[in-house]
Nanobody, 116 residues
């Protein structure tokens, strides 16, 4: 079992930045961020392996950065140049298998709201 706790969600204006954090109760080889906007499916934003190989959705490439501190079992999502379409609940996810399919473990989510 892996417990995941997200933090850092907030309301910001277009063009602003936020940094989300995800604290894991134990080590996971693969970790990632997903998001779900109202009325839409949950989608992958970015993932990172223990060796720090990353993947990003096209919609966030060049604006978002996923990183992790393996010593702290913590993952981060640096979000820059935020747009209203980035508004969503952001979820941290983890799995012991890479590449990550649909993750086995999820956090409760943290809300990001971007206003124009």
């Amino acid at each position: 079992q892996v417990q995941l706790v997200e933090s850092g969600g907030d309301s910001v204006q277009t063009g602003g930045s936020l940094r989300l954090s995800c604290a894991a109760s134990t080590y996971s080889h693969c970790m990632g961020w997903f998001r779900q906007a109202p009325g839409k499916e949950r989608v992958r934003v970015g993932t990172i392996t223990a060796t720090k190989i990353t993947y990003y959705a096209d919609s966030v490439k060049g604006r978002f950065t996923v990183s992790r501190d393996n010593a702290k079992n913590t993952m981060y999502l640096q979000m820059n140049s935020l747009k209203p379409e980035d508004t969503a609940m952001y979820y941290c996810a983890a799995d012991f298998i890479c590449p990550m399919g649909w993750p086995a473990y999820w956090g409760q989510g943290t809300q990001v709201t971007v206003s124009s």
